[in-house]
């Protein structure tokens, strides 16, 4: 497929917004083995239409109305399983999805201000605990703390970071 200048747009959108349509159908789907073919088919539908797109306005909403789309031909494809969402919850659930995504690129961005706020070992912490994935028990042991002091601590870390991101998001406004 040859593609256009006249693409680039839409291309850059597609690439900046993909983790929320991600999000989008984790919190639309029932079975997360799902999301992969379903994010596939939502692209795939996104880039047959990308003609469709206004460019001078929001991406985010536009996909975000092709993406429930495809998610409702999804969910009828398999209403022959045992699991079937009616079509009004699924609605309301991908309406709540999209104003939680539509949140998403900023409290991300609150979320890397807040964490350079952190000293480094508490980020370290963070880091080893939730990006590389090690467990209480094998962080405990590392750093010679009890699994429930390491736990408190990581609690209250969330909490921290919670206000914090709250603090900015509220001041943006």
């Known amino acids: 497929m040859v593609h256009s200048p006249s693409d680039r747009p839409f291309l850059e959108a597609l690439s900046r917004h993909q983790p929320a349509l991600e999000a989008f159908c984790y919190a639309s789907l029932g079975r997360r083995e799902d999301v992969p073919e379903v994010l596939q088919a939502v692209v795939i539908r996104l880039w047959e239409k990308s003609a469709d797109w206004d460019t001078s306005t929001h991406f ?6 092709v993406a429930r789309f495809t998610l409702l031909s999804h969910f ?6 045992r699991l079937v969402f009616d079509e009004d919850v699924l609605l309301a659930v991908a309406q709540e999805t ?3 995504a539509e949140q998403f ?3 991300k961005e609150a979320l890397g201000s807040c964490l350079e706020k952190l000293d480094h070992e508490q980020r370290r912490l963070l880091n080893a605990h939730y990006i590389t994935g090690q ?25 921290q970071l919670r206000k914090c991101i709250d603090r900015q998001l509220t001041q943006a406004i």
Do not use: I, V
């Not at 985010?60 to 109305?65: D, E, K, M, Q, S």
């Not at 009828?76 to 399983?81: E, F, G, H, Y």
């Not at 467990?135 to 909490?159: D, H, I, N, Q, V």
């Open 76 to 81: 009828r494809d398999k209403s022959r399983d």
């Open 60 to 65: 985010l909403p536009w996909a975000f109305a």
């Open 105 to 107: 690129e900023a409290r």
């Open 98 to 100: 999209e104003r939680a």
């Open 135 to 159: 467990g209480l028990r094998e962080l405990a042991g590392a750093m010679s703390r009890s699994e429930s002091a390491l736990k408190m601590t990581l609690l209250r870390l969330r909490g």
